[in-house]
C-alpha cells in the first residue's frame, strides 16, 4: 500500500504540480552524484589533498630539502636525537607539535630527509600537472573542436586530418624527447633568444614549465575529436536554428548556445584524464626527466628508493600509496560525475 504524503488528507486530489516538483539539472545531479559512495570518497580524498598542497610548511616538520644524514634511511616511527640547529628547522618547534621534530612518521630517505614532508610536497606537482596540464588540454582542445564542428567543410577537414596524423604519434615518446632537448638545452648554457627566456622561466618554476607544455598541449587531441563531435549533435538542433533564424551572430551562437552546452560532458570526459597526466609525470620524474632536485615528486621519490626496496621497503611504498590514492580518487570522482550528469546512466549504480 502506498503511503500518503503528510501534506496531503486521506481522499484529497492529488496535485500532480506540487507532488512532481521539477528541479534543475544541478540538483538532479548532486542527488545523484551523492549516491554514489565511492564517488563521494574520491571527492573527499581530492579535496583533503589540495588542502594539503596549500597548507604544506604548517602540516610538515621540515622543508622538503632539509637534511640530516645521521639519520638516513629511517624506519617510519623512528625517534631521533637532534641538535639544536637542526630542531630550529622544525616548523613545529615551540609548538605542542614539537615531538614530531624528533621523529619520522614515515622514515626518511637516503639524505635523511623526512619522508612524510617530501610526500606532502610532492602532492603541488601532482596537482599542478593534474590542474594545468587538463586545463590546457581542454582549452585547445574546446576551441579547436569547436571550430571545426560548427564552420565544417576545408576548415574541419584541415583540422580533422591534423588530429589523424597527431593520434599516429606515441605521446609519450614525444614528451621525452621535448624534455630531453629542453634539458640538453639547459646544460649547454643556452641563455639568448626566445629558447633563453623559456629555459629560465622553467628554471624558476622548477621544471614544471616544459612538463606542462608537454602534456597539456599534445593531449588536447581526444579533447577536440569530442567537442567536434558534441557540437556535431547540437548544431542543428531545433534551439540553434532558432538563434539562426532570428539573426544570431555565429560567436552568439557558440558562446551563448554551443559551448553551455557542450562544455559538461567535456569537463567530466577531462576530469576522468586526470590520473593519466599524474602518471605521466610519474613516469618522467622516475626516468629523470620531471622536475629539478630537490623539489619532490613521487616519482622521483619512487625512483631513489627502488633499489633498496627489499631492505626499505618504505621509500617505495609512501609515494607510491599516496600515487595510487589521488589516482583511484580522481577515478572514482570522475566515474560519479559522468553518471550523474549523464540521464542515461543515471539509477544504474
Known amino acids: 500500500m502506498t503511503a500518503q504524503p503528510a501534506s496531503r488528507k486521506p481522499g484529497q486530489p492529488v496535485d500532480l504540480i506540487a507532488e512532481n ?45 632539509t637534511q640530516n644524514t645521521r639519520e638516513s634511511r629511517a624506519k617510519p616511527l623512528t625517534g631521533y636525537n637532534i641538535s639544536e640547529t637542526h630542531a630550529e628547522e622544525c616548523t613545529w618547534y ?124 599534445l593531449n588536447w587531441i581526444g579533447m577536440a575529436r569530442l567537442a567536434r563531435g558534441q557540437v556535431l549533435a547540437y548544431k542543428h538542433k531545433e534551439f540553434i536554428e532558432a538563434a539562426e533564424s532570428v539573426g544570431s551572430s555565429q560567436s552568439r551562437i557558440i558562446f551563448k548556445h554551443l559551448l553551455p552546452n557542450i562544455f559538461g560532458p567535456l569537463l567530466i570526459a577531462e576530469t576522468l584524464a586526470i590520473p593519466a597526466y599524474i602518471f605521466t609525470e610519474a613516469i618522467l620524474s622516475f626516468i629523470g626527466l620531471g622536475v629539478n632536485p630537490p623539489i619532490p615528486s613521487w616519482g622521483s621519490m619512487i625512483n631513489d628508493g627502488y633499489a633498496g626496496i627489499r631492505s626499505n621497503s618504505h621509500l617505495v611504498l609512501v609515494p607510491g600509496i599516496a600515487l595510487t590514492m589521488l589516482t583511484l580518487a580522481f577515478n572514482f570522482m570522475g566515474d560519479g560525475l559522468r553518471d550523474a550528469f549523464d540521464p542515461k546512466m543515471r539509477g544504474r549504480a
Open 94 to 217: 615551540g609548538t605542542p607539535l614539537e615531538w614530531g621534530c624528533a621523529i619520522y612518521l614515515t622514515g626518511s630517505d637516503a639524505l635523511g630527509r623526512d619522508l612524510y614532508s617530501r610526500m606532502i610536497y610532492g602532492t603541488r606537482v601532482s596537482l599542478a600537472v593534474a590542474f594545468v596540464g587538463s586545463t590546457v588540454a581542454l582549452a585547445v582542445g574546446i576551441v579547436l573542436g569547436t571550430i571545426s564542428g560548427y564552420f565544417g567543410g576545408r576548415v574541419d577537414n584541415l583540422i580533422m586530418r591534423v588530429v589523424d596524423f597527431l593520434y599516429a604519434i606515441p605521446l609519450l615518446p614525444i614528451i621525452i624527447l621535448m624534455q630531453v632537448y629542453f634539458q640538453a638545452l639547459g646544460r649547454q648554457g643556452v641563455t639568448e633568444g626566445i629558447a633563453g627566456s623559456l629555459l629560465r622561466l622553467n628554471q624558476s618554476m622548477g621544471g614544471l614549465l616544459f612538463l606542462f607544455i608537454a602534456i597539456g598541449v
Open 21 to 65: 516538483k521539477v528541479r534543475s539539472p544541478f540538483d538532479n545531479a548532486w542527488r545523484e552524484f551523492r549516491r554514489n559512495r565511492l564517488a563521494i570518497v574520491g571527492a573527499v580524498i581530492v579535496i583533503l589533498t589540495v588542502v594539503a598542497a596549500f597548507v604544506a610548511p604548517i602540516i610538515t616538520p621540515y622543508d622538503y630539502y
